[in-house]
């Protein structure tokens, strides 16, 4: 089969790059690859590693492992709708790409897209024993990209983060265009390694580290993972310390996930105080102060406030999120009497 991708598409990609990549630079680049990753994320399910390869002369090879065999025949299926625009990730690489072959292996059949400025071939051949995986190799378009070339670190920053949102995911990450270097990033836990390697920098003792907490649960189709703790982070001092995620995206704004999460604190802490017979004074400043705040949620569909994605809005998402953090709260509260008289001691009205 031959063919050209729907040419709106192609040619809205190709004439203005920008407003899909952000820019034509190393940033450009990087956003590519973390659309590519995180689509095939999205995509398919049971992918357990992807392999990425800078090569000299802007070729970059990326190999994907791990998906069962029903979600491989999904995306063979899914190259017949690279003219419809479906398929964005491959029609995306065809537009912006000097070069493109995309091979997919699947029950002993290799299933390939081969484009050459625009111009794409499907085929299929015997795959004489190769596993099963997805492949897709590709050169930019010196046109579009000029001489602006991958920058490693801040590329393996982006796959960290990437790794650290998909618990079990192992990305490898490999530079030939001179000394060869080779990176791994591989979390079995999440977003708790993050977690807890930012509390190992700041480690001065067990005395001013209180209310350990861990959360995860799946809530209308979303699913919710939440880890805090009152540490002293001397970098932020006494203002609160939060980072938070939806799906593959940090969100800097936070917006309706941390806002349920400290609503369900100040809902826990103020039943503390009515059990215990103690008017406590609790609001969002006092309860932020040393907190040490990670959350993230994963689900579709997202809405964020405004047309960036850094700050989710969405209502029913919070209500949600305040109710599960709220007893979670207090069921550990009830077994931890010291954390529950720090409870008191920290919010405790002062006139009282």
């Known amino acids: 089969m031959n063919g050209r991708p729907s040419l709106p598409v192609i040619e809205s990609i190709r004439n203005r790059p920008v407003m899909y990549l952000g820019s034509v630079n190393s940033y450009g680049i990087r956003r590519l690859m973390k659309m590519l990753i995180t689509d095939y994320l999205e995509d398919v399910t049971g992918l357990s590693t992807v392999e990425i390869t800078f090569n000299p002369d802007s070729f970059v090879s990326v190999v994907l ?31 912006i790409s000097r070069f493109v072959l995309v091979r997919i292996v699947v029950n002993g059949e290799i299933h390939s897209i081969t484009s050459h400025a625009g111009i794409y071939e499907v ?17 930019l378009e010196e046109q579009i ?8 670190i801040p590329m393996n920053i982006m796959l ?7 618990p079990g995911l192992k990305i490898i990450s490999v530079d030939n265009r001179g000394e060869l270097q080779r990176n791994v990033f591989y979390f079995r836990t999440g977003i708790s ?26 809530i209308n189709g979303y699913i919710f993972h939440v880890i805090l703790r009152y540490h002293h982070i001397y970098t932020v001092y006494p203002a609160p310390y939060i980072r938070s995620f939806a799906n593959n995206e940090a969100t800097k704004g936070h917006g309706s996930l941390v806002e349920g999460v400290l609503k369900g604190l100040e809902d826990a802490f103020v039943e503390v105080g009515e ?50 953090v ?23 009205r002062k006139d009282s």
């Open 65 to 95: 492992s791990g998906m069962p065999v029903d979600e491989l025949l999904h995306e063979v299926a899914f190259l017949q709708e690279i003219s419809s625009g479906k398929n964005f990730k491959i029609a995306l690489l065809i537009a």
């Open 123 to 139: 085929e299929m051949h015997p795959a004489d024993g190769e596993p099963n995986g997805i492949k897709v190799d590709f050169q």
């Open 145 to 152: 990209f000029k001489h602006n070339q991958v920058a490693y």
């Open 326 to 348: 709220k007893r979670g709260v207090l069921k550990y509260l009830e077994s931890n009497s010291g954390d529950r008289r720090r409870v008191l001691e920290k919010f405790i």
């Open 193 to 218: 390694e993050l977690f807890n390697d930012l509390l190992d920098k700041h480690d001065y003792g067990s005395m001013n580290a209180w209310l350990p907490i861990e959360l995860k649960t799946a």
């Open 160 to 166: 960290q983060q990437l790794a650290y949102l998909n």
């Open 275 to 324: 059990k215990e017979g103690v008017e406590l004074k609790v609001n969002k400043k006092r309860i932020g102060k040393m907190l040490v705040l990670f959350a993230a949620v994963k689900g579709e569909p997202l809405t964020y406030d405004g047309r960036s994605k850094d700050k989710l809005d969405m209502p029913g998402l919070k209500k949600d999120v305040r109710k599960f």
